[in-house]
């Protein structure tokens, strides 16, 4: 284990490049890219701007967010030619040439805005979406998944059409940004905030309650692997769960207080954690 003091308030987004360099991490007001063999920052990404989700390119070269409603690549420069602000979640597909993000607004007012990689050039979107903070593929990437401010929504990644749709109940109050992860098979995705905790199972369109912990959720994550299912909490605890029986198979604490958000490198061999007071806690995964 390893901490990188990086210099930020509560982190609130984190993620790891593809080939395993970098670390980007964001908190309320700033962002900054790492080096993941040294803790070193990358001078010329650290920006300002709160993001509540980052994704890295196929290639590492950059890293996509949206911050005050426009979309960045960092250490590239703001995306020029979308004038409706974006809501904030961002991902790229699986086959990594496609880069995506929906607009902000209200309902089913929003669009999914849809860029091709490597080029980066706008092409057709979806009207009729909800403004998703946290978005995310399935494995195979048949499937985009979301969290927006009254529920989740599972849709299809090349109609636009919707699949399944949990909606919060009404006296839940809203924790941004939730977490959606999907499983190595693309048979099932989680998906919650805060204390709620989803199962859905994508081929017969039901879902059942996760487990239940004693501290509410911050992020949570199928490992790549798929051998394990990761969360973490205002404990400073990060635990590893078997996906069929749902027990705590290991759990680290590294008594580095409250952990916000999480992300694993692609071989789910390390990952990465967030924490309330702006460290980033580098770990290797004991499978």
Request: glycine share 12%; hydrophobic share 40%.
């Amino acid at each position: 284990m390893r901490v990188i003091e990086a210099d930020l308030g509560e982190v609130r987004a984190v993620a790891v490049s593809p080939d395993g360099r970098f670390v980007a991490a964001s908190d309320e007001k700033t962002f900054g890219t790492f080096h993941w063999a040294t803790g070193k920052p990358v001078p010329e990404a650290r920006r300002s701007g709160a993001s509540e989700q980052v994704a890295f390119a196929p290639t590492s070269a950059w890293s996509a967010r949206v911050s005050r409603g426009q979309l960045c690549l960092e250490p590239v420069a703001p995306l020029a030619g979308l004038f409706a602000p974006l809501a904030g979640g961002v991902a790229v597909s699986p086959n990594g040439k496609t880069l995506v993000a929906t607009t902000a607004g209200s309902g089913n007012q929003a669009k999914l805005e849809r860029w091709t990689l490597p080029a980066l050039r706008p092409f057709i979107g979806f009207d009729g979406w909800q403004p998703f903070t946290r978005l995310g593929f399935s494995p195979n990437g048949e499937f985009l998944a979301g969290i927006h401010t009254f529920g989740f929504e599972l849709r299809f990644a090349a109609s636009g059409g919707i699949d399944y749709r949990h909606r919060m109940r009404k006296d839940r109050r809203f924790t941004a940004p939730g977490f959606v992860s999907f499983d190595r098979d693309s048979s099932t995705c989680a998906f919650g905030w805060a204390d709620e905790f989803h199962l859905l199972d994508i081929s017969t369109g039901t879902s059942k309650p996760g487990p239940r912990v004693e501290a509410q959720f911050r992020d949570a994550a199928f490992l790549p692997s798929g051998q394990h299912f990761a969360t973490i909490g205002d404990d400073g605890r990060l635990k590893l769960w078997n996906p069929q029986t749902w027990v705590v198979v290991r759990e680290y604490d590294w008594e580095c207080g409250a952990l916000t958000c999480l992300a694993f490198t692609a071989d789910g061999s390390a990952g990465v954690c967030g924490t309330a007071d702006g460290k980033l806690v580098q770990f290797d995964v004991d499978e």
